[in-house]
């Protein structure tokens, strides 16, 4: 007979922040300043945005694949009243990072704060607020089978595997990016040492072309990587030699965790980016044959504070 603590080592339980934490910070296009404090939440609520500055009857957006509604520079959810959070990407990729499936994420504007343009700040507001354990097993898609979208020469896939893996390709006619690639088991630690650290990156002429426009307003050396020509503009230049290919499996990571649970598969994506993961997800949750739930975690995964192997299905604990 199974007691109470030996099933509780055997799974992987759902997890929220123990305290509420609170920080300031620029809006990406808006330039404004926002207020985000990220708040626990209840077992199966997920991840919630709620707008402050809005009424309250239409101030929540659940964090999901099918609420996305622009992609054009980045991952922006959309409710049916038509309150909008942009810039999600960054935080997402750090709650996914870190193991928090429950939390409520309230902002007084219409976007995450995009603090020094990677997911680094939100891994450590993430750590001071302290991650909790849940009395409700974790629920994981898992992938039946490959699926994969294009457009172009780009394209995104999820294939089978007994892990939760990123793998990215990316090839730019800039001589300081070119070809870079990556591939990561995202398993104890792994995205907060490899890949949360990596900024968003983009070319001089593109941020001036998009001030003319209205966006980007908020963008600046402090967070993002900006190049002219094969130069990089920032004085501290790179965390990663690839840091460029890292930012994008990073992005992945975020837009991934909108399909509502984490995916027990490969993701690789060559040329991707937010719309084209957005398309691999209604591709692959449309398709019932390629998935399936399950509370059956991957082969080795790491829970926050401590490593659990589970051996087994998840099942109700006996009592005696």
């Given at each position: ?74 991952t922006t959810v959309e409710n049916a009243a038509g309150t909008k959070v942009a810039t999600v990407e960054h935080l997402m990729a750090a ?10 994420v309230e902002l007084d504007g219409p976007e995450v704060p995009v603090m020094d343009g990677s997911s680094a700040p939100f891994v450590f ?50 001589p300081r990016i070119g070809k870079q690639n990556c591939s990561y088991s995202l398993r104890n630690g792994t995205f907060k040492n490899e ?126």
């Amino acid at each position: 007979m199974t007691s109470n603590n030996e099933w509780r080592n055997m799974v992987v339980f759902q997890k929220t922040l123990r305290n509420s934490i609170s920080c300031t910070g620029v809006g990406l296009h808006g330039g404004t300043l926002i207020n985000m404090k990220l708040a626990p939440a209840p077992v199966n609520s997920g991840i919630v945005f709620k707008r402050t500055d809005v009424d309250q009857s239409v101030s929540e957006i659940p964090a999901q694949y099918n609420t996305v509604t622009d992609l054009m520079m980045c991952t922006t959810v959309e409710n049916a009243a038509g309150t909008k959070v942009a810039t999600v990407e960054h935080l997402m990729a750090a709650l996914s990072g870190c193991g928090v499936d429950n939390v409520v994420v309230e902002l007084d504007g219409p976007e995450v704060p995009v603090m020094d343009g990677s997911s680094a700040p939100f891994v450590f507001l993430i750590e001071c607020a302290d991650v909790v354990e849940q009395d409700s097993p974790r629920r994981y898609i898992k992938v039946l089978k490959e699926v994969e979208v294009s457009d172009g020469e780009a394209k995104a896939t999820l294939s089978p595997s007994d892990n939760i893996s990123v793998a990215f390709e990316i090839d730019f006619d800039n001589p300081r990016i070119g070809k870079q690639n990556c591939s990561y088991s995202l398993r104890n630690g792994t995205f907060k040492n490899e890949l949360s650290r990596a900024r968003t990156f983009g070319f001089l002429g593109e941020f001036e072309q998009l001030k003319k426009l209205g966006l980007a307003k908020g963008g600046s050396l402090d967070n993002a990587i900006v190049l002219s020509g094969s130069d990089i503009l920032n004085e501290e230049g790179l965390r990663y030699e690839d840091e460029f290919v890292r930012h994008k499996a990073l992005d992945a990571v975020g837009d991934l965790y909108l399909a509502g649970a984490p995916i027990i598969g490969e993701f690789y994506g060559f040329r991707s980016g937010h719309a084209l993961n957005n398309k691999l997800l209604h591709a692959f949750l449309a398709d019932k044959d390629a998935w399936c739930y399950t509370t059956e975690a991957p082969v080795r995964i790491a829970n926050v504070g401590g490593a659990h192997w589970p051996t087994k299905k998840a099942a109700a604990p006996a009592t005696d």
